[in-house]
C-alpha cells in the first residue's frame, strides 16, 4: 500500500476540520477526492504533505510513518505537492520555478529530460521561461504549480484543485498528463472540483463531507451515484 | 468588553485622584510624568504603526519639532504656554504631511529607512544651527502653562498629563473602533483591495503620519515645558527607537498596547538607571527575548487570557438595500476603446474596445495568459493603461487611481483573493461598506451620535447582506479562516457593500464544485436582478453560457470575438484558441 491513513484528525483552534478520516491509495492508482467546499480536502492534503499537523490519527507512507515529519522531509520521501492557489515564487523566472521543484534530485540528465518535458505539455510556460512567476497569469501560475510538483518526481503526487482557473482548453491537457503520468507507474491523489473528468480518470473515489468519508467507490461507481450526481455534480 | 472599559476608566480616575494624596517625591511624579508623555507619543505612533502598517524609525524629529515650536514660541517671541502647546500640535501636523509623503512611493524597510533619513535631518539641524536653535546650549525658561493663576507644579503637570493621556486614548479609541480604524487595518493588510472599496490609500496612509506627529509633536512640547529647558541632546536616535518599541513590545495594533509599553519601559529605565552599563543591554535582552516570545507583544499575549467576548449580533431587520439611483437608460454603462497595456516586451492589452451595457451580465473568457485580469484591472484603476479611454457612465476614467473610479461605482473581487484575512468576516464587509458609513473624521474622533448612528447602521446593513449570502453563521471568524470556496463569496459580498453600479468578478466560481458553481449562478442572477450590471471573467462554461447577456473573447491581449452566448459556443475561432473539442469521456460523464 502506498499511503494508508486511519483514524485521522486534525483542528484548527476550536474547529474540528477532520473528524476520523480513514482511507488507502495503492502503488499506481487514482483516487480523487470530492467533497464541498469547507469539508476537509485540502486540510487532508496539507497533513499528507507535512504542512498541518494532525491531533491524532496514523497517515502510513509505504509503510512508514508520517508523523512529525516536516514538508521538506516529505519531499525527501516522495511526496510531491501542488498546492491550491498557485503558490510559486514570484520573484524567480519560470524555469528557475520549475528547477526548483527538483532541488531535491541529482540526476541532471533526468532533470533536463523532465524541463523540457514539462515545457512540451505547457507550451505557454515555455513561451514565458524566462518571465518571472510573479508576473505570469492567475492560469499560467496553476501550470507552474503543477509542472514545479511533478519535477521532484514523486512517488505519489498530490494535486489539490488543478484546474482551478484553467482555460477549458488547459483542462482536458492537464487531465491528459494526469492520465499519461498514471500509464507511468505514478500514483496519485487528487482533489478536484471538476468532478465528472476527475471521476473519469480515477480508480477509486471518496467523498468526504464536513470532516467525514460518507462514501467510497470505483470512479465509475460513484460518477453513477444519484447521490453524487445530486451533490457534487450538478446533475 | 465594554464594562472592561468603563471599569479601566473608574480605575484610571480613581488612580490620578490618588496621586496629590499619597507622599510621592519628585523623582515618582517625574516617573509618572515621563510615563503619560511616553503614552502620548506611543499612542499616536500606534495608529501608525499598529493599524496603517508604517513602520517609522523618525520620530523623534516630530518630538523635536514640538518641542522646539514650544521653545521657540514661548522664550523668542514670548507666546504664552497654552497657545504655544497648540502650535506645537499644529506644527506636528503639518511636518506629518511632510514625512507622510514618502510613504505613498514606498513602503517596509524602505519607508523605514526614509524615516530614519528625517530623524537625522533634523537631529542635525537643531545641533547644528545654533544660531536660531541653539544647539547643545538650548532654550533656557521655557514657561510652564500656569492654571487659575498658578504655575504647574510636578503634581500639576501629572493631573495635567494624566488627563491628556484619557482624552487622547478615548479619541482614538473612538476613532479607530469606526470606519477610520478599519480603512487603516485594510490599508495595511491588502491595499489593492482597500482601493477597490473606495479607501485612498494615500489619504489614509497621511493621515495616520499625521495623527502620530501630533501626538509626538504634543509630548515634545509637553517635556520641553515640564522641564523648562531643552537642548538638542533629547533629540536622539534612540528616541526614535524607544517610541517604536514602546508601541511593538506594548502589543502594536492594540488600543491598550501602548499603555502597556510606555509603564512597563519607563518604569524598567528608571530602575535600571542605577546600572548604566546594564541599561542598554537588558533593554535589548528584553526585546530580543520578549519578542521572541510575545510577537504581538504584551498585549497579544494578555489576549489569549481575554478571549474577546462575541458581541451578540443584534437582529439586523433587514435593512432596506438602498442602490444607486440610476438612470435605468439602457445606454452602455462602460465604453472602452484602444486599451493599450504593455509591460515591457509583454503586451497583455492591445487595443481592446468593447461596452458594458446597464443591467446585463457580460463575460470576459479567453485563454490563461489572454489579459482577461489585465483587463479588469485596467477597468478598475488598478493598473494603469498606457492609452485608450474608458468612459464610466459617459465620463472618462482611465488613469484614475482605483478608489476615485470604485466611488464611481466600480466594484471587484480579486482572481488571487485579497480579503482583510485577520479581520473578521463582518469587518471584511464593513470595510466594502467604508464610503457609505455616513461619518467624518470629527464625528468618528468625538464620538458624536451621529458616528454611532452611521456605524449601527453600517452593521446592520452587513449583516442583512451576510445572511442573504449565506455567510450570517460565521460573521465573527477571522476571513482567512473561511474555506476557498466561501473567502470567494466574501469578495462578493465586500465588493456588494460598496454598492457599485458595474461589478467586475475574476473568476468567482473558482475552486466551486458543480453544484456550487450552480449556486453561484442564481446569487448572480438575483446580484443583476437588483440592478447591478456585472461583467465576469470565468473558465466555468455551463456558468458562463447560462448566465450572460453577452460575452467578450481575448487572446493574446486582442479581442478576437464577441456576441450572445450561443454565437461564441459555435465561433470557430474561439473553439480553436479556446474552448476545443469535447472528448468522448466528457460526453460519457
Not at chain 1, 129 to 152: D, V
Not at chain 2, 193 to 212: H, N, Q
Not at chain 2, 493 to 500: C, E, I, V
Amino acid at each position: 500500500m502506498m499511503l494508508s491513513i486511519e483514524n485521522l484528525k486534525v483542528s484548527y483552534g476550536a474547529v474540528e476540520a477532520l473528524k476520523g478520516v480513514s482511507l488507502h491509495v495503492g502503488q499506481g492508482e487514482i483516487v480523487t477526492l470530492i467533497g464541498g467546499n469547507g469539508a476537509g480536502k485540502s486540510t487532508l492534503i496539507r497533513s499528507i504533505a507535512g504542512l498541518v499537523k494532525p491531533a491524532s490519527g496514523t497517515i502510513l507512507f509505504e509503510g512508514r510513518s508520517l508523523a512529525g515529519l516536516k514538508a521538506h522531509q516529505a519531499v525527501t520521501l516522495g511526496i510531491g505537492h501542488s498546492p491550491e492557489g498557485r503558490l510559486v515564487f514570484g520573484d524567480q523566472s519560470v524555469e528557475d520555478n520549475l528547477r526548483l521543484g527538483a532541488y531535491m534530485r541529482r540526476d541532471a540528465e533526468g532533470i533536463e529530460a523532465d524541463v523540457a518535458r514539462y515545457f512540451a505539455l505547457f507550451p505557454r510556460l515555455l513561451e514565458r521561461r524566462e518571465q518571472m512567476a510573479g508576473t505570469l497569469s492567475g492560469g499560467e501560475q496553476q501550470m507552474l504549480a503543477i509542472a514545479r510538483a511533478l519535477m521532484s518526481r514523486p512517488k505519489l503526487l498530490l494535486l489539490d484543485e488543478p484546474s482551478l482557473g484553467l482555460a477549458p482548453l488547459i483542462v482536458r491537457e492537464v487531465f491528459r498528463v494526469i492520465r499519461q503520468l498514471k500509464g507511468e507507474g505514478m500514483t496519485i491523489l487528487l482533489v478536484e472540483q471538476m468532478a465528472n473528468m476527475a471521476l473519469a480518470v480515477s480508480d477509486r473515489a471518496y467523498v468526504i463531507e464536513t470532516g467525514t468519508i460518507t462514501l467510497a467507490g470505483t470512479g465509475a461507481e460513484l460518477l453513477k451515484d444519484p447521490r453524487v450526481r445530486a451533490a457534487y455534480l450538478g446533475a | 468588553m465594554k464594562s472592561l472599559h468603563t471599569l479601566g476608566l473608574a480605575a484610571f480616575l480613581t488612580a490620578l485622584a490618588l496621586v496629590p494624596v499619597l507622599p510621592l517625591n519628585d523623582f515618582y511624579l517625574q516617573i509618572l510624568f515621563t510615563i503619560g508623555v511616553n503614552y502620548i507619543a506611543a499612542a499616536g505612533l500606534n495608529v501608525l504603526v499598529g493599524y496603517a502598517g508604517q513602520k517609522s524609525l523618525g520620530h523623534a524629529g516630530l518630538f523635536a519639532v514640538g518641542a522646539y515650536t514650544v521653545a521657540l514660541a514661548n522664550v523668542d517671541f514670548g507666546i504664552s504656554p497654552w497657545v504655544s502647546l497648540g502650535l506645537a500640535c499644529l506644527m506636528g501636523a503639518l511636518f506629518g504631511l511632510v514625512i507622510a509623503a514618502p510613504s505613498v512611493r514606498v513602503s517596509g524597510p524602505s519607508l523605514a529607512m526614509v524615516t530614519i533619513g528625517f530623524g537625522i535631518v533634523v537631529e542635525k539641524i537643531v545641533t547644528e544651527w545654533t544660531d536660531l536653535f541653539k544647539g547643545q546650549a538650548g532654550f533656557y525658561g521655557i514657561s510652564a502653562p500656569s492654571f487659575m493663576g498658578k504655575t504647574f507644579t510636578n503634581l500639576h503637570w501629572v493631573l495635567f498629563v494624566g488627563l491628556l493621556c484619557l482624552a487622547t486614548h478615548l479619541l482614538l479609541r473612538s476613532l479607530l473602533k469606526g470606519r477610520f480604524g478599519r480603512a487603516f487595518m485594510a490599508v495595511q493588510l491588502a491595499e489593492p483591495a482597500a482601493e477597490s472599496v473606495g479607501i485612498s490609500v494615500v489619504r489614509a496612509k497621511t493621515l495616520a503620519f499625521v495623527i502620530s506627529a501630533v501626538t509626538c509633536a504634543l509630548a515634545g512640547g509637553l517635556v520641553a515645558q515640564q522641564n523648562q529647558y531643552f537642548n538638542s541632546d533629547f533629540i536622539t536616535f534612540n528616541l526614535s527607537i524607544l517610541l517604536l518599541v514602546i508601541v511593538i513590545f506594548g502589543g502594536s495594533g492594540s488600543l491598550y498596547g501602548p499603555l502597556l509599553g510606555s509603564v512597563i519601559l519607563t518604569l524598567l529605565d528608571a530602575w535600571l538607571a542605577r546600572w548604566p552599563a546594564l541599561q542598554h543591554f537588558t533593554y535589548g535582552a528584553l526585546l530580543l527575548f520578549s519578542l521572541y516570545l510575545m510577537p504581538n507583544g504584551i498585549a497579544g499575549a494578555l489576549a489569549r487570557f481575554f478571549p474577546k467576548p462575541r458581541a451578540a449580533e443584534p437582529e439586523a431587520p433587514p435593512a432596506p438595500t438602498e442602490r444607486h439611483a440610476r438612470s435605468l437608460n439602457d445606454g452602455p454603462l462602460l465604453e472602452v476603446s484602444g486599451l493599450y497595456k504593455a509591460y515591457g516586451g509583454v503586451i497583455p492589452v492591445r487595443e481592446v474596445g468593447f461596452s458594458i451595457t446597464s443591467g446585463k451580465v457580460h463575460a470576459l473568457i479567453g485563454p490563461n495568459g489572454a489579459g482577461k485580469t489585465t483587463l479588469l484591472n485596467l477597468l478598475s484603476g488598478h493598473v494603469k493603461p498606457d492609452r485608450g479611454s474608458i468612459r464610466l457612465n459617459g465620463q472618462e476614467v482611465a488613469g484614475q487611481p482605483a478608489w476615485r473610479i470604485a466611488q464611481g461605482g466600480v466594484g471587484r473581487t480579486f482572481q488571487n483573493l485579497k480579503l482583510f484575512g485577520e479581520m473578521s468576516v463582518l469587518d471584511n464587509v464593513l470595510i466594502g461598506a467604508h464610503m457609505h458609513v455616513d461619518a467624518p473624521f470629527w464625528a468618528a474622533l468625538f464620538a458624536l451620535p451621529r458616528n454611532a448612528r452611521a456605524e449601527a447602521k453600517a452593521r446592520a446593513g452587513a449583516v442583512a447582506l451576510l445572511n442573504q449570502l449565506g455567510l450570517g453563521e460565521r460573521i465573527h471568524d477571522a476571513a482567512s479562516s473561511l474555506p476557498y470556496g466561501l473567502q470567494r463569496r466574501l469578495e462578493i459580498a465586500r465588493a456588494l457593500a460598496s454598492n457599485p453600479r458595474l461589478l467586475l468578478l475574476d473568476e468567482p466560481a473558482a475552486g466551486l464544485n458543480p453544484q456550487e458553481t450552480h449556486e453561484l449562478g442564481d446569487v448572480i442572477r438575483r446580484i443583476q436582478g437588483s440592478g447591478i450590471t456585472v461583467l465576469l471573467i470565468e473558465h466555468h462554461m455551463d456558468l458562463v453560457m447560462g448566465i450572460s447577456d453577452h460575452v467578450i473573447v481575448l487572446e493574446y491581449g486582442e479581442k478576437i470575438a464577441e456576441g450572445k452566448p450561443d454565437a461564441i459556443r459555435r465561433d470557430p475561432k474561439v473553439i480553436a484558441a479556446y474552448l476545443g473539442v469535447e472528448d468522448d469521456e466528457e460526453a460519457l460523464a
